[in-house]
């Protein structure tokens, strides 16, 4: 493995991102004894007098952004981290909505090398500390955490956060969390803690979880028995519950309603001051790329419709089909589809089956990737397979009409190249 000089706070990002992918043995370590340590040096344990972690096999961004937009709105200086990224590093750290700058992230690498002396980190690890790193010394009011893998053994978990929240529950990272659905319900409620709030947003989870707050008496609030929501479907508006508490007539969001329903249970246990007319213009605002985002441009009229999402495990797959058939009944699809070979390829692609016109198979690239013939192999049809996902999306584009719909789907880097290729191009 080649190494790297340690970079100074006035170097390029990407020499520090070079630094950092070659100062640990693998990318992905989980434990918490190293990370541990850096944070208890720099006490980064405590980041803002109010933390959120959130974690979940899906929905954990959504989550996030929802109850970043919310917070923004009734004025508060929020500090979101979430990960992978699509196109920049930048993406992962955001203060009241704003990437953070190159500057800012290598003065907080810097930080963090200063800190850990002689601890090796994964990029993981160390961007998680940075992360910590900036939102205090920004001095943030609230921090919400999005947990990188399960939960119990993330880096995120190092932290005293004061609300808890599971997203959502399904098989996914096999390779690192198996396939035995209560033993991911016990990883990702690891992130709970005593005596405070634990939001689940999963219906009917694995016992696991409620076991685990049972274990260590934290307060669960799961969705279906503590608080509720459901949907209007003459007003095209909806209602939320827990306890004597309703708000009623409430926008649909741009983002998945259980996920919303999840952030506005999280944001009522925090302490944190909110009105309804916070909650109301922060559901109506709240986006986050990737997820049913519609690319435009100039002459979107003339040109078929895009879409692209992240989708990359059954679960979130079954949404997206839910979502495309609810807005697209009658167009034809075209699906640009890459995918990583840790993922449950066979489940996720076989929820669109029926739905799906053409598809477009295409290769990732690095040590996780799936080829595309990984994907034809699933697909069981002759089918032409691409080298990779801006390839197979020229193409889509050159054979889909006007009125047709491309749907860009499988993996953060799947969507993340497609997106960069659309900015530099459209």
Same mark, same amino acid.
Not at 63 to 71: D, F, G, H, V
Not at 345 to 363: C, N, R
């Given at each position: 493995?080649?190494?790297?000089?340690?970079?100074?706070?006035?170097?390029?990002?990407?020499?520090?991102?070079?630094?950092?992918?070659?100062?640990?043995?693998?990318?992905?370590?989980?434990?918490?004894?190293?990370?541990?340590?850096?944070?208890?040096?720099?006490?980064?344990?405590?980041?803002?007098?109010?933390?959120?972690?959130?974690?979940?096999? =899906?929905?954990?961004?959504?989550?996030?952004?929802?109850?970043?937009?919310?917070?923004?709105?009734?004025?508060?200086? /929020?500090? /979101?981290? @979430?990960?992978?990224? !699509?196109?920049?590093? =930048?993406?992962?750290?955001?203060?009241?909505?704003?990437?953070?700058?190159? @500057?800012?992230?290598?003065?907080?690498?810097?930080?963090?090398? %200063?800190?850990?002396?002689?601890?090796?980190?994964?990029?993981? *690890?160390?961007?998680?500390?940075?992360?910590?790193?900036?939102?205090?010394?920004?001095?943030?009011?609230?921090?919400?955490? *999005?947990?990188?893998?399960?939960?119990?053994?993330?880096?995120?978990?190092?932290?005293?956060?004061?609300?808890?929240?599971?997203? @959502?529950?399904? /098989?996914?990272?096999?390779?690192? !969390?198996?396939?035995?659905?209560?033993?991911?319900?016990?990883?990702?409620?690891?992130?709970?803690?005593?005596?405070?709030?634990?939001?689940?947003?999963?219906?009917?989870?694995?016992?696991?979880?409620?076991?685990?707050?049972?274990?260590?008496?934290?307060?669960?609030?799961?969705?279906?028995?503590?608080?509720?929501?459901?949907?209007?479907?003459?007003?095209?508006?909806?209602?939320?519950?827990?306890?004597?508490?309703?708000?009623?007539?409430?926008?649909?969001?741009?983002?998945?309603?259980?996920? %919303?329903?999840?952030?506005?249970?999280?944001?009522?246990?925090?302490?944190?001051?909110?009105?309804?007319?916070?909650?109301? $213009?922060?559901?109506?605002?709240?986006?986050?790329?990737?997820?049913?985002?519609? !690319?435009?441009?100039?002459? @979107?009229?003339? $040109?078929?419709?895009?879409?692209?999402?992240?989708?990359?495990?059954?679960?979130?797959?079954?949404?997206?089909?839910?979502?495309?058939?609810?807005?697209?009944?009658?167009?034809?699809?075209?699906?640009?589809?890459?995918?990583?070979?840790?993922?449950?390829?066979?489940?996720?692609?076989?929820?669109?089956?029926?739905?799906?016109?053409?598809?477009?198979?295409?290769?990732?690239?690095?040590?996780?990737?799936? =080829?595309?013939?990984?994907?034809? %192999?699933?697909?069981?049809?002759?089918?032409?397979?691409?080298?990779?996902?801006?390839?197979?999306?020229?193409?889509?584009?050159?054979?889909?009409? =006007?009125?047709?719909?491309? !749907?860009?789907?499988?993996?953060?880097?799947?969507?993340? *190249?497609?997106?960069?290729?659309?900015?530099? *191009?459209?």
């Amino acid at each position: 493995m080649t190494t790297f000089d340690s970079p100074k706070a006035t170097s390029d990002l990407s020499v520090w991102l070079r630094y950092l992918e070659s100062i640990h043995t693998s990318a992905i370590d989980l434990g918490l004894d190293r990370v541990q340590r850096v944070a208890q040096r720099a006490k980064l344990t405590k980041p803002a007098p109010t933390v959120i972690t959130v974690a979940g096999t =899906n929905g954990k961004g959504s989550t996030c952004a929802l109850m970043e937009s919310i917070l923004i709105n009734a004025g508060y200086r /929020v500090g /979101v981290y @979430s990960s992978p990224h !699509l196109i920049r590093y =930048n993406e992962r750290i955001r203060i009241n909505g704003n990437d953070l700058s190159d @500057s800012l992230i290598t003065q907080s690498f810097a930080a963090i090398e %200063a800190w850990r002396k002689d601890i090796s980190l994964s990029l993981f *690890e160390f961007g998680t500390l940075s992360a910590l790193w900036a939102f205090k010394a920004h001095q943030v009011d609230v921090v919400l955490l *999005e947990v990188g893998l399960g939960g119990r053994l993330d880096a995120t978990n190092v932290v005293d956060h004061d609300v808890s929240i599971i997203t @959502s529950l399904a /098989v996914d990272h096999v390779d690192w !969390l198996g396939d035995d659905i209560e033993v991911i319900g016990f990883e990702k409620a690891g992130i709970f803690r005593s005596e405070k709030p634990a939001i689940c947003g999963q219906p009917n989870p694995p016992s696991s979880v409620a076991a685990h707050a049972d274990d260590i008496n934290a307060e669960l609030y799961q969705v279906g028995y503590q608080f509720d929501y459901k949907v209007d479907a003459e007003t095209q508006t909806w209602s939320w519950k827990s306890g004597a508490f309703d708000l009623d007539n409430l926008p649909l969001p741009n983002l998945p309603l259980a996920n %919303a329903a999840t952030a506005i249970m999280a944001l009522g246990v925090s302490g944190l001051e909110l009105s309804d007319v916070n909650i109301v $213009e922060g559901l109506t605002l709240a986006t986050l790329p990737g997820r049913m985002q519609r !690319l435009t441009c100039g002459n @979107s009229e003339l $040109e078929p419709t895009i879409i692209l999402d992240v989708a990359h495990n059954p679960h979130s797959a079954h949404y997206l089909v839910q979502q495309v058939r609810q807005r697209f009944p009658n167009k034809k699809i075209h699906a640009v589809v890459g995918m990583l070979h840790d993922k449950d390829i066979k489940s996720t692609l076989s929820e669109f089956t029926g739905v799906i016109d053409v598809w477009y198979p295409a290769s990732l690239s690095g040590p996780r990737a799936a =080829n595309a013939s990984e994907l034809t %192999a699933v697909l069981s049809k002759e089918i032409t397979e691409y080298s990779s996902p801006v390839d197979a999306f020229k193409v889509a584009l050159q054979q889909a009409e =006007n009125d047709d719909l491309i !749907l860009v789907f499988g993996s953060f880097h799947t969507v993340g *190249e497609v997106w960069d290729y659309w900015k530099k *191009e459209a």
